[in-house]
């Protein structure tokens, strides 16, 4: 059986030249099919047309092939298949890959100025995407001027609705451009205004440990002092004071892990199974799907919800079968701890959902909990 999530956390894996192949393959493929020669853009609607030869397998490779590019190297993307195009519509072939030109327009509106240029320097980017506008536009002309020289009755009206038209496919990209970049800064504020509760969290959470571990040994060493007479209750004493500083250590350590921004996934998420194990709990680990490095908010939250949900089975279901699953995915990570028994947790959820993720803790028909987080990476 087919594991659709598994294909389709491999098909985002890959390069996005090889994603992009399909697409072009389609169309270059679709040109070649005899009943579809004839039936492309029309720029010319009067203008006789070519019968397919060889020439027009090359045409139709200029006009698809380059889709490939069209996120990596958009610019050149948009120069070969407008290239392509205007050789369809001048030998009069109007092949199915004309397609390939709003794709390619909305593409170079898209990611135009993007990747290839130095992180914060939106004005050369902005400079990229007007002279590449400009340029086509230029281009434009020529083509007009070649076709009306030919004898098409087009006139001015009828190539600038063809031009609006396919303006129109860049600005769409422009859009989508935008939406993404006002989207990333959402996030990042999200991510900033997360990390900064969770700071505050932690420092609480300090706060607390520290006084409660060291009120307790400077309790249990002020009554040492008055056992002097007693050796076995001063050395009761004493150990009580050393696992209380053992224990004040682990709890430190275990927060300032969280507050490490070198932490790994895995192993974090794995460090509360292993203290679980040490206080008796029963956990079994599974997980599924492909690790991606994530350093960040994402795993942080995760870390929190395996250690609270354990947690919550330690104080509610001590002893109990629990059973911890991480599922890698291309978009999330997900994470679910179920034990037998065990009560609701408080939170939680506020961080998961900070984070636009999805988040519940409720029991099972047979009597256990299940703990669910989805957190978007």
């Given amino acids: 059986m087919i594991d659709a999530q598994r294909l389709r956390e491999r098909w985002a894996g890959l390069d996005v ?3 992009d192949l399909p697409l072009a393959l389609l169309l270059a493929a679709a040109s070649l099919v005899p009943a ?5 853009t029309r720029l010319a609607e009067d203008l006789p047309s070519r019968p397919f030869d060889g020439w027009a397998v090359a045409v139709a490779a200029l006009e698809c092939l380059p889709l490939v590019l069209r996120r990596r190297r958009p610019a050149l993307c948009l ?3 407008a290239a392509g195009f205007a050789a369809d519509q001048l030998l009069g072939y109007h092949l199915v890959a004309g397609t390939a030109l709003p794709i390619a327009l909305m593409s170079a509106g898209a990611h135009l100025g993007g990747d290839a240029l130095p992180a914060g320097r939106p004005g050369a980017a902005r400079r990229v995407r007007v ?3 400009a340029a086509v536009t230029v281009a434009y002309v020529p083509l007009a001027v070649a076709l009306d020289r030919r004898g098409s009755a087009e006139g001015v009206t009828g190539y600038l609705t063809f031009y609006l038209a396919v303006a129109l496919a860049w600005g769409i990209g422009a859009w989508l451009r935008v939406t993404r970049a006002a989207e990333a800064e959402r996030r990042r504020h999200v991510a900033e205004s997360t990390r900064a509760a969770e700071r505050a969290r932690i420092a609480r959470d300090l706060h607390d440990v520290v006084t409660h571990h060291v009120t307790a040994m400077v309790v249990q060493a002020e009554a040492a002092r008055y056992l002097t007479a007693a050796p076995d209750r001063l050395d009761e004493s004493l150990t009580a004071v050393a696992g209380t500083g053992r224990r004040a250590i682990s709890d430190l350590r275990r927060l ?6 070198g932490h790994g996934g895995q192993a974090d998420l794995r460090a509360p199974v292993d203290q679980a194990r040490g206080a008796g709990q029963p ?3 599974t997980e599924s799907g492909t690790p991606r490095e994530t350093p960040g908010d994402p795993e942080a939250v995760a870390h929190r919800v395996v250690q609270e949900s354990l947690t919550n ?5 001590h002893g109990r079968r629990t059973v911890v699953h991480l599922h890698h995915g291309p978009d999330e990570l997900t994470v679910e701890v179920s034990t037998d028994g065990g009560r609701g947790l408080s939170g939680l959820a506020e961080r998961v959902r900070a984070l636009g993720g999805t988040f519940t803790a409720a029991p099972r028909p047979d009597g256990g909990f299940t703990t669910t987080a989805r957190i978007p990476l």
Avoid: F, I, Q, S
């Fill in 17 to 19: 030249t090889a994603r």
């Fill in 256 to 261: 300032l892990d969280v507050l490490d921004p």
């Fill in 283 to 285: 956990v079994e680990v």
């Fill in 36 to 40: 579809l020669h004839g039936y492309g």
């Fill in 79 to 81: 120069a070969l298949v």
């Fill in 131 to 133: 002279l590449t506008a």
């Fill in 313 to 317: 089975a330690l104080k509610h279901a």
